[in-house]
């Protein structure tokens, strides 16, 4: 038997992946990036074949790993993590610094960053394993303390989106009862929807249901995506 509930027992932090040059670039939420070797640095990112940003380290062969503080807001984790770089360029009026390969380094709520040379890429199904060869790394705040996937999910409340190598598809266990108002949690930031009061600081009026939101409606703190809400 598999128990998911084991999984979580792993720890993670929660680091922005980036790729690209100074003209293009994107970037990710990834809670699967190690390190492998210290002779020399070498690490090991997993990324969904599916996220924008894999198609960027394939063509650049570079990628940076911004670690973020603990206090990282929620707008950066649904930035990042929960909306692709293929509808919007996540990078515009971002904090950057660009690396010795002009690879863009992501240093909002960051602590340190590495950025790192592509030297060995595995297909490992879903995801591709990019193991990179240390370049260049700095730590920008030394007293703040990294944000760990554990307190994110337990503190923080938050869950996986759908391209993490560590996601657990929730809806399995969700039924509403029809007829009731539900209330719906956005994942990202636990920004909570609640169909009987509707949100009408957004426009949205009370007893809409959660399916009669507008095509393209998206979490109104961080802009995650209506897949990413769960029903409570
Ligand atoms: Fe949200």
């Not at 970037?27 to 190690?34: E, H």
């Not at 193991?131 to 994110?152: N, R």
């Not at 190598?165 to 029809?178: A, L, N, Q, W």
Request: proline share 5%.
């Amino acid at each position: 038997m598999i128990d998911f509930e084991a999984l979580f027992k792993i720890s993670y932090g929660l680091y922005v992946v980036s790729s690209g040059n100074k003209d293009q670039g994107s970037a990710y939420i990834a809670n699967t990036f190690s390190q492998m070797t210290s002779e020399p640095p070498q690490f090991a990112i997993f990324c969904s074949k599916n996220n924008y940003t894999t198609e960027l380290i394939k063509a650049s062969g570079v990628y940076a790993v911004s670690v973020l503080a603990q206090d990282a807001p929620p707008e950066i984790i649904g930035r990042f993590g929960f909306r692709s770089g293929r509808d919007f360029d996540k990078l515009e009026g971002m904090n950057l610094t660009f690396g010795t390969t002009g690879c863009p380094i992501v240093l909002n709520n960051a602590i340190a960053f590495m950025e790192c040379k592509v030297i060995n890429t595995i297909d490992v199904g879903t995801h591709m394993m990019f193991i990179g060869q240390l370049l260049k790394s700095e730590l920008l705040d030394g007293e703040a303390e990294p944000l760990t996937y554990a307190y994110y999910r337990n503190i923080r409340k938050g869950f996986a989106p759908k391209n993490a190598p560590t996601y657990i598809d929730k809806s399995k266990f969700e039924k509403k009862i029809s007829g009731n108002f539900g209330k719906y949690e956005c994942t990202a930031c636990g920004y909570i929807f609640n169909e009987e009061t509707g949100d009408p600081d957004n426009h949205i009026k009370a007893g809409t249901t959660f399916g009669e939101l507008p095509a393209g409606w998206t979490c109104p703190i961080c802009g995650a995506e209506k897949e990413d809400f769960i029903l409570l």
